[in-house]
Nanobody, 124 residues
């Protein structure tokens, strides 16, 4: 099992920036695909961005040009730099990971390790 711990959430005004970080630990035996999802109450979890060694980064259309995902394979971490935040970005953000390549990078069913989430609140 891989443990994931997120940090970096909090309140921010519209147009501002936040940087989320995720640290993976535990039974890591090969390269990880890592991703960020988000969820608001009453709705399902949606993929925001994903990254892995071979195919690089994938982004949801609603964050392209604003969010940047990065990964440090040596330290098993992933960051999500979020710029020009909008009120509709308010959600709980979750880090996800799996060994190997995810077939559908932004599909939550492709990941079997999840963090507990960090809240991002964007005020207008």
């Amino acid at each position: 099992q891989v443990q994931l711990v997120e940090s970096g959430g909090g309140p921010v005004q519209a147009g501002g920036s936040l940087r989320l970080s995720c640290v993976a630990s535990g039974n890591i035996y090969s390269s990880l695909s890592m991703a960020w999802f988000r969820q608001v109450p009453g709705k399902g979890r949606e993929g925001v961005a994903a990254i892995e060694e071979i195919f690089g980064a994938t982004y949801a259309d609603f964050v392209k040009g604003r969010f940047t995902i990065s990964q440090d394979n040596t330290n098993n971490t992933s960051d999500l730099q979020m710029n020009n935040l909008k009120p509709e970005d308010t959600a709980t953000y979750y880090c996800a990971a799996r060994h190997g390549t995810a077939i559908k990078a932004l599909d939550e069913d492709d990941y079997n390790n999840w963090g507990q989430g960090t809240q991002v609140t964007v005020s207008s």
